[in-house]
């Protein structure tokens, strides 16, 4: 296949569950495993996975049990620690430690999972627009979109319109072939989003701030390289929340994308790979570094 073709495969949760994914590239190259953001889908990644592919790495993007594609949680009982053990588990099959790339939701489970999981799965981790404290007003304007329509759209056009009313910084309008995976007809006829229901109305989103201490306590146990990437615009991540981040991971870099809102890479994709590559090509330097240290002296 070509790199930036993405084929269908699926992951099995240890409760049984379906999970819907995309690989790009083949098996022997560097992995880039793509956490996407509460209510968010694997297509949120498409163009940065196949710009990351073509530059020559193995992209894995996957839906969220309860989202897309995925299977959803019979009963609507979720909870946070379900979530968590979908990433590692999904981490732990990669043919080599993946260099995780989680947005908002995607990135919070990752640094459970690399503060609390030894050794850590993943070889570095990048964290998009999100920090494990948060700024409280601006997840409640998501959930406040998410939440807006429960009775759905009589077409796509109408909901294009509120997209565009939600993400005003967007000049391209959401077509319909592109709403198409994010929306479902019900029997009544009526447009609805992808996600579970259950996903707004269960313990879920109680669960989420009384994780904020956990999540803290984790990030100052990670262990591996971190870059934070940060949208100009964001009202989720703030100076104040990158700052604390920062003071508890100290040997992590952070980037401010101009221009960009909290979602960073539908934002500004170009920049938002860009970051991703020269992220990589400083691993790779530190790699090399040891390998020279663990070369036997050259005697004259």
Known sequence: ??????????????DGL??????????????LLFAHGFGQTRG?????????????????TFDSRGHGES???????????QFVDDLLGIARVQPQPPILIGASMGGLLGLAVAGETRPSPFR????V???????TSGVERILAFMQAHPDGFASY?????????????????????????????GADGRLRWHWDPA???????MESERYQPRLLEAAAKVDVPVLLLSGERSDVVSHRTVEEFLALVPHARHAEVPGATHMLAGDANDAFTAQIAGFMASLERVDADVDAIKQPATRC
């Open 44 to 60: 949120a990644w498409k163009a940065a996975a196949a710009t990351m592919a073509a530059r020559g790495c193995r992209c894995v």
């Open 71 to 81: 299977d959803h949680v019979p009963g609507g009982d979720y909870h946070m620690e």
């Open 199 to 205: 996903l707004l109305s269960g313990s879920l989103i």
């Open 1 to 14: 296949m070509e790199s930036t073709t993405a084929t269908r495969i699926s992951f099995t949760t240890s």
């Open 124 to 127: 570095a981790m990048v964290l």
């Open 157 to 185: 056009d109408e909901a294009a319109e509120q997209i565009a009313e939600y993400l005003p910084q967007r000049r391209e309008r959401k077509s319909e072939q592109q709403l198409r995976p994010l929306l479902r007809e």
């Open 18 to 31: 379906s999970l819907a994914a995309d690989v790009r590239h083949p098996a022997d190259a560097p992995t």
């Open 129 to 135: 627009d999100i920090t494990p404290r948060w700024e």
